[in-house]
């Protein structure tokens, strides 16, 4: 007989001998008790917060009582926060969650080294090729960074089941993507109401709130150069770590470079070095 394996993951057909065999493989009647297991827990709801502009439109989501508070917020602060990122966290979204209960939790990186151990970069930098031309790297910080000290520490809190609330609005709807973990599925907020990012900003502003700064890790190699200016011109601390940084980078590897125009920091003069 020809049956329908019983893992919704798997559903294909396969042929037994035996009414009583639900799944085509030990694996799929393993990984279908596991999920079935899972669901039988509660589902606790767990915001990811960058302090950007997603970010903050998800907390303001439910200060106006748009939707259901989550269980907590959760921030990973990698060590390359920039300062006016920080800053809004603690001055609108930390007070914005507790006055509505929710408590924030700041997690911190443990090891982050811009190189992996295997001597890859990590940051998605810039690489000189032999040509001439420049080859952007792979984007590899964010899982070790952020996503394996979250897990970690909703396992400690011994959580076995969640939705993490993740930031995507609908202009960039192509980075949605389903979690690879049966315990922990990504939620999207933000487009289950089909809010772009204006909306998004519309919203905050509704609350009486600034418009928040865009986050990103200080030496983000995918900002862009007003950011780039902006952040020497308001935070020059933030600019100097991210000057040692690629000082540091040239020294390892020459041929690569935190900024597209394959120039070093220290060397690139901006507006606001010549009062323009």
Known sequence: MVKTCKNPECAKKFATNRSTVDYCS??????????????????????????????????????????????MAIMVDTGYEKTATMKYVHDILIPACESKGVPFHILHTPDNSLWSKSGMILIPAFKLMPDGGSQKLYTLCNGGWKLTVIKKYLRSQGIKRGASWIGISTDESKRERKSHQQWLRNRYPLLELKMSRYQCLFLIRSLGWQDPPRSACIMCPQQHDDEWELMKANNPDDYQRCVDMDNEIEERNPAIFIHQSMTRLRDIIWQCDVGV
Not at 26 to 36: F, L, T
Not at 37 to 66: N, T
């Open 26 to 71: 030990r694996a799929c009647s393993n990984q279908d008790r596991q999920r079935v297991l899972i669901e039988s827990e509660r589902e606790y709801q767990v915001l990811s917060c960058g302090g950007g502009v997603q970010s903050s439109a998800m907390i303001a989501l439910f200060v106006s009582g748009k939707v259901e508070p989550p269980d």
